[in-house]
């Protein structure tokens, strides 16, 4: 997994729209939480998805955005995202580029890892977590950018 303080790798992937979409393009509008899940519709990827729809006016009240990241097919994502009233976009990497590219491909290359991503505007990781079981740590990573962002904000 890539670490904090590290620079993002650029991607391009088809997002649950059909439209192509870039990290760079993501960034244009602030900072982002990147989030790499194993399967739409998976009991633990359910739960980490709608727990991040849980808060995401909390992560947009501070400028974040949100993009979730899995190896699922465009009409896989779309229904994902209908079916759960999911509110971010969800981006189809079917060759693994981006999971490679951020060093979350699973173990011996089946599957991928659990991670969530903070990234800077500048495209720098700001801080990152892997945990394939706990999924209650990405929303408290999540939780965790919000109170950094805020506290920024009053300063």
């Given at each position: ?27 244009e509008d602030g900072p982002l ?123």
């Amino acid at each position: 997994m890539l670490q904090p303080g590290t620079e993002a790798p650029d991607f391009v992937l088809t997002d649950d729209e059909g439209n192509e979409q870039s990290l760079a393009g993501l960034l244009e509008d602030g900072p982002l939480i990147l989030y790499f899940y194993p399967a739409d519709f998976t009991p633990g990827c359910t739960k980490e998805a709608c727990s991040i729809r849980d808060i995401h006016n909390d992560i947009q009240s501070v400028g974040l955005r949100v993009a979730g990241i899995s190896p699922q097919s465009v009409e896989s994502h779309q229904k994902f995202r209908d079916e759960y009233g999911l509110p971010f976009i969800l981006l189809s990497d079917p060759d693994k580029v981006a999971v490679n590219a951020y060093d979350v491909d699973g173990m011996f290359g089946i599957g991928v890892r659990r991670a969530t991503f903070l990234i800077g505007s500048d495209r720098t990781i700001e801080d990152a977590v892997i945990a394939d079981l706990r999924i209650d740590r990405h929303k408290a990573f999540i939780e965790n950018a919000i109170a950094l962002y805020e506290a920024e904000d009053a300063n």
